[in-house]
């Protein structure tokens, strides 16, 4: 699909002119209408593109998101390591997927849980250049009553 989007050369064709896909329009559509939330993030965390779901998760749907630091949307509090999650892939030239399952409150009395999963893309010399993110939701729960303030859960 990030092929398809333009987003990486095709594979076997690095250096050489891309053919545009035939229906390339059509991913881009179906890139933007799904409804599961999907960005791409630079090495300096900064969002460089994003579909319609995920500017919706971050609260953001009539505003640009492009170019803004994931620590300054919804993602970034409800993921406060991402960036320090970016840096030990980019540092380790890790290029399998990673993911986080996270929840959060959403100030009714439920909680959200998900799974961000980060795929980074090695660019020139093997140097991770940006990462591919997903965000699948795994359902809401109640929230526990408990005297202190509940926090986001990470695990791996």
């Known amino acids: 699909l990030m092929e398809m989007l333009s987003l990486r050369e095709p594979r076997g064709r690095r250096g050489h002119a891309a053919r545009e896909p035939e229906g390339r329009s059509d991913y881009k559509v179906f890139f933007d209408q799904c409804p599961c939330p999907m960005f791409l993030l630079d090495a300096e965390t900064r969002i460089t593109l994003s579909n319609s779901a995920f500017a919706e998760f971050v609260c953001q749907p009539t505003k640009e998101v492009t170019g803004t630091p994931i620590a300054r949307t919804r993602l970034g509090n409800v993921y ?18 990673f993911h986080r399952v996270l929840s959060y409150d959403q100030g009714d009395g439920q909680a959200v849980s998900i799974v961000c999963w980060l795929t980074p893309e090695a660019g020139e010399g093997g140097v991770i250049a940006r990462f591919r993110g997903f965000i699948h939701p795994l359902g809401t729960h109640q929230v526990a009553t408990s005297p202190s303030p509940s926090k986001g859960r990470r695990g791996r």
Do not use: F
């Open 80 to 97: 406060p390591g991402i960036a320090e999650d970016v840096a030990n892939l980019t540092r380790a030239k890790r290029t399998r997927p």
